[in-house]
Antibody, heavy 122, light 107 residues
């Protein structure tokens, strides 16, 4: 069974750094894209970026480029989303999701993590 | 960026109704469109991929279709468990983009 297990909720102060994680199991982690999606409470879904674990090739939404960094550690089948300096406006639920198989694969997100709630408040 | 315009934003319907949600892309995305269902407090769930391919385990009351840049999600007979918010998403080109969502409420 494909599973994506995300790290627990976080409460941080503005200016702090944060890394949340997403561990894949039940499939070959290196060969499927992993994406990140933001959802501000009460609002819609926003696509943040995507990474191919096999070679760490990634793409970002312009809205999030330079604000976050997506990375992976293939050895432990885990993807990460990192902020170097959080803002109050980063308060949201963050989901990881599995994309297509293969570097040239095409497909949307067929499995999702449970979400990580990040709260940024002074 | 490709804009996805989804309508309506809210829809009130009764059990057994036929429901249609529309998503229009700002440019051609061929069939690279997915539909998701999200229930409160839960992660989204993929219903339909490549505009009309029903995901395994999704009831056949759900269907998707495409005509040019207009895409439709149809629920042929609304069930109690279908009351949720639905999103379209294009994955033709980066950045992938979602529609604004359609909340299906009980009438």
């Amino acid at each position: 069974e494909v599973q994506l297990m995300q790290s627990g909720g976080e409460v941080k102060k503005p200016g702090e750094s944060l890394r949340i994680s997403c561990k894949g199991s039940g499939y070959t982690f290196a060969t499927y894209w992993i994406g990140w999606v933001r959802q501000v409470p009460g609002k819609g879904l926003e696509w943040m970026g995507i990474i191919y674990p096999g070679d760490s090739f990634g793409r970002y939404s312009p809205s999030f480029q330079g604000q976050v960094t997506v990375s992976v550690d293939q050895s432990i089948s885990t993807a990460y989303l990192h902020w170097s300096s959080l803002k109050a406006s980063d308060t949201a639920m963050y989901y990881c999701a599995r994309g297509a198989r293969g570097r040239a694969g095409a497909g949307s997100f067929d499995s999702w993590g449970q979400g990580t709630l990040v709260t940024v408040s002074s | 960026d490709i804009q996805m315009t989804q309508s309506p934003s809210t829809l009130s319907a009764s059990v057994g109704d036929r429901v249609t949600i529309t998503c229009r892309a700002s440019q051609s995305i061929t069939s690279w469109l997915a539909w998701f269902q999200q229930k409160p407090g839960k992660a989204p769930k993929l219903l339909i991929d490549k505009a009309s391919n029903l995901e395994s385990g999704v009831p056949s009351t759900f269907s998707g279709s495409a005509s040019g840049t207009e895409f439709t999600l149809t629920i042929s007979s609304l069930q109690p468990e279908d009351f949720a918010t639905y999103y379209c998403q294009q994955y033709k080109s980066y950045p992938w983009t979602f529609g604004q969502g359609t909340k299906v409420e009980i009438k």
